[in-house]
């Protein structure tokens, strides 16, 4: 059996938030300097621990020589257990839901009326098949719940149920974009995507404190790192692509990531249809809540712009409540409501088969909002359909060895690939970053004698800045391993491909959010822009 490279982990906890921007041709000595640095400060607080516990009573040094135990068998690090006793954590992913949701998950999810709520976190499921589907993982001081959206009064449904003390250990996949959970039985087995090593890691920290604070009777499960099943599995894969031996493959990264190919790069400016713009008040129909009684109408400000529909509280509120795409093609569309509670109203049929009522003061202004939702659909339908020379983005798993750039599909209950794309790391011609938005990057590709027509960049879409960082490291790493000097690094100036890269990554990142969630002000103006 092949040994694992040390180049599959070496280098990824360099990537912190500090140098995200960065040039991957840092200077070694600023790197070490760093690496240091942080050697220090994890000694100072292994210091501060010890001291700490020699001062506690006996039976508190037991607990903690027990706890001590369970970090050498894997179930937490030192310094994740340090980073959450230290201080309170947050990540986007972790939504802040209010009392009348409480009060639903409390009387239409938990099972047992003593469960108390602890965290609701977005995840998702099916990236590495490229079937991204958002999941949220409700954690309380007993179990854990995998929610999928409801639809209706029904705001989400249970999928399944994962009492603490069922989880016999978890698994973590390469550069922790990926979680499984395996349960006391075997054929009970989960796989969380994330994408993101920053949330792997939040996650893991807030389910131990979790488990270790609630009610799990059993010691804390274990936590597998190495992933060499997986490990085998990619480095057989690659060996294919490359066509060498799986010990002449040297992995460097592995991520999960957005894939668009460029392909419909214009030859020549073509004016573009102005979207539709409409604004104004309308009454919505909200539910407020079984304390509430139900259904009521309230008043709102809507804003039809750039093929997004926004709910705000006021009219110069800069952050919507609501915000829904209507270029997506999971939109339903719109239509009048006859015999509904207002007179003048309509609705929009969301994604998730709900709908949003809405109601206007007469016929005509029902008309001139229909009118105008309508164009945006068919405009952002126009520019999806299959005669459009816009290429789709695909969710897929990314593979970066020495000798060869990998964009594939991974089944990893069987270990099976099916390659989308793959090119040679010495046809790459540089890398181009927008300064700032660092969630992406193109790869850009020399001209080549084998065809007429130069391959059109890559644009790879990544969850985090930290995940487009190591990405930028790695992929600097296996270039000048071949050219022996930096990569060329360019900042993006054609306003048009900057424009679409970001409305794209955008969309992705408020479809990752759900269309029901309180965007901040920095997301709500970026997709204005």
């Known amino acids: 059996?092949?040994?694992?490279?040390?180049?599959?982990?070496?280098?990824?906890?360099?990537?912190?938030?500090?140098?995200?921007?960065?040039?991957?041709?840092?200077?070694?000595?600023?790197?070490?300097?760093?690496?240091?640095?942080?050697?220090?400060?994890?000694?100072?607080?292994?210091?501060?621990?010890?001291?700490?516990?020699e001062s506690k009573s006996s039976a508190v040094e037991k607990d903690e020589g027990a706890e001590s135990d369970q970090w050498k068998k894997g179930a937490i690090t030192k310094e994740e257990k340090a980073e959450y006793e230290r201080?309170?954590?947050?990540?986007?992913?972790d939504m802040k839901i209010d009392n009348n949701t409480k009060l639903y998950l409390m009387l239409e999810i938990f099972k047992n009326e003593s469960e108390e709520f602890q965290r609701l976190i977005r995840m998702s499921t099916g990236h590495m098949e490229g079937e991204v589907d958002p999941v949220f993982i409700l954690l309380t001081d007993q179990s854990m719940y995998l929610l999928r959206k409801g639809g209706g009064e029904t705001l989400y449904h249970t999928e399944v149920v994962i009492p603490f003390n069922e989880i016999d250990y978890l698994s973590i996949c390469v550069n922790y974009q990926t979680i499984t959970i395996v349960c006391t039985n075997r054929r009970n087995q989960y796989w969380l995507t994330t994408g993101d090593e920053q949330l792997t890691r939040y996650f893991l920290s807030v389910l131990m404190k979790a488990m270790e604070d609630g009610s799990r009777t059993r010691k804390l499960p274990s936590v597998l790192r190495d992933a060499t099943t997986q490990l085998i599995a990619i480095k057989k894969f690659a060996a294919q692509e490359c066509h060498c031996e799986m010990s002449e493959v040297n992995l460097i990264l592995y991520s999960l990531v957005h894939w668009e190919n460029l392909s419909d790069k214009p030859t020549s400016e073509v004016?573009?249809?102005?979207?539709p713009y409409k604004e104004g008040v309308l009454l919505f129909k909200n539910w407020d809540g079984y304390l509430f009684g139900g259904y009521s109408w309230k008043p709102g400000f809507f804003l039809l712009r750039n093929?997004?529909?926004?709910?705000?509280?006021?009219?110069?509120?800069?952050?919507?409540?609501?915000?829904?795409?209507?270029?997506?093609?999971?939109?339903g569309g719109c239509r009048r409501v006859r015999g509904g509670d207002k007179p003048y109203s309509f609705e929009l049929i969301l994604p998730d088969k709900t709908?949003?009522?809405?109601?206007?003061?007469?016929?005509?202004?029902?008309s001139e909002?229909?009118?105008?939702?309508?164009?945006?659909?068919?405009?952002?339908?126009?520019?999806l359909s299959p005669?459009?020379?816009?290429?789709?983005c695909i969710a897929c798993c990314m593979i970066l060895t020495k000798k060869k750039l990998i964009l594939c599909h991974e089944d990893i209950q069987t270990g099976f690939f099916r390659c989308l794309g793959s090119?040679?790391?010495?046809?790459?011609?540089?890398?181009?970053?927008?300064?700032?938005?660092?969630?992406?990057c193109i790869v850009e590709f020399e001209p080549t004698d084998m065809s007429s027509d130069d391959e059109q960049p890559w644009v790879m879409y990544f969850n985090s800045p930290v995940e487009e960082a190591k990405f930028e490291m790695a992929l600097s790493k296996a270039w000048k391993s071949i050219f022996k000097v930096d990569l060329p690094v360019f900042v993006i100036d054609n306003k048009t491909t900057r424009s679409r890269c970001r409305e794209q990554q955008n969309l992705l990142h408020s479809a990752w959010k759900k269309n029901d969630s309180v965007m901040s002000r920095k997301e709500f103006e970026a997709l204005l822009q």
């Open 369 to 383: 909002w229909l009118h105008s939702i309508c164009s945006a659909v068919s405009l952002g339908m126009e520019q």
């Open 1 to 53: 059996m092949d040994t694992v490279d040390s180049d599959v982990n070496s280098g990824l906890e360099e990537v912190t938030q500090e140098n995200l921007h960065s040039t991957p041709h840092e200077d070694k000595d600023k790197r070490n300097t760093h690496r240091s640095c942080k050697d220090e400060d994890r000694d100072s607080r292994h210091s501060n621990n010890k001291e700490d516990a």
């Open 87 to 93: 201080q309170e954590l947050t990540n986007d992913a």
């Open 355 to 366: 709908s949003l009522e809405l109601a206007a003061n007469d016929d005509y202004e029902v």
């Open 307 to 331: 093929g997004m529909f926004y709910r705000l509280l006021e009219r110069n509120d800069p952050v919507p409540q609501l915000a829904i795409s209507l270029k997506s093609s999971d939109f």
């Open 271 to 275: 004016p573009k249809p102005f979207s």
């Open 423 to 440: 090119c040679q790391i010495e046809d790459i011609g540089g890398l181009t970053v927008d300064p700032d938005n660092r969630n992406y």
């Open 387 to 392: 005669t459009s020379t816009t290429s789709p």
